[in-house]
């Protein structure tokens, strides 16, 4: 099996900062990309920013300057700092990776259990 924890989600200012981490564990072969999704209420999830296993990045273009993504492949770890947070970044946020189990298996998509952000005076 393998397992997402997140943890660093909270309540914040805005003009703030949050680092998220997102640790993956468990019968791991290896780990393509790894990202970070959010999901506001009554809104679909969306993408907030994604690394892959060589270190390229993208970003969400309402979070761009102001976020940065990276991991630690040793730990099976990725990280999501935000700066600068604003009330539209309130959400739920879900780690997700692309993980191979074996070299048999190709990668699926796993996801954490989400983490509140809550950005608010």
């Known amino acids: 099996q393998v397992q997402l924890v997140e943890s660093g989600g909270g309540l914040v200012q805005p003009g703030g900062s949050l680092r998220l981490s997102c640790a993956a564990s468990?019968?791991?072969?290896?780990?393509?990309?790894m990202g970070w999704y959010r999901q506001a209420p009554g809104k679909q999830r969306e993408l907030v920013a994604r690394?892959?296993?060589?270190?390229?990045?993208n970003y969400a273009d309402s979070v761009k300057g102001r976020f940065t993504v990276s991991r630690d492949n040793a730990k099976n770890t990725v990280y999501l700092q935000m700066n600068s947070l604003r009330p539209e970044d309130t959400a739920v946020y879900y780690c997700?990776?692309?993980?191979?189990?074996?070299?048999?298996?190709?990668?699926?998509?796993?996801w954490g259990q989400g983490t509140q952000v809550t950005v608010s005076s």
């Open positions: 468990g019968s791991i072969f290896s780990i393509n990309a």
């Open positions: 997700n990776a692309e993980i191979r189990r074996t070299p048999l298996h190709r990668a699926t998509d796993y």
């Open positions: 690394i892959t296993s060589g270190g390229t990045t």
